[in-house]
């Protein structure tokens, strides 16, 4: 993304974005992940621990990923009708 289209991500998951997930089911959903997260880590072979971090950072960066072209789709859908 160039500089000003950082910016505008940035300022849309600050704001308009970060105001919605404060919903008592994103709150539930958030809950039951960091416990089961937490329950299958405790549940490994500590030789497997680090696998499962690999893996829960690959899916945060692939969450990321989808957030921004997510963003980047409303924006070119926005300026087509804009």
Known sequence: MTPLMNLLYD???DT????????P???NINNLLDRLS????ASLAPDARD????YHDALQEQRQLE????FLS????CRELG
């Open 11 to 13: 300022y849309a998951m």
């Open 16 to 23: 308009v974005f970060t105001a919605r997930l404060t919903t």
């Open 25 to 27: 089911e994103y709150r």
């Open 38 to 41: 937490g329950d299958l880590r």
């Open 51 to 54: 696998t499962f971090k690999k």
């Open 67 to 70: 957030l921004e072209a997510m």
């Open 74 to 77: 409303a924006f070119a859908l």
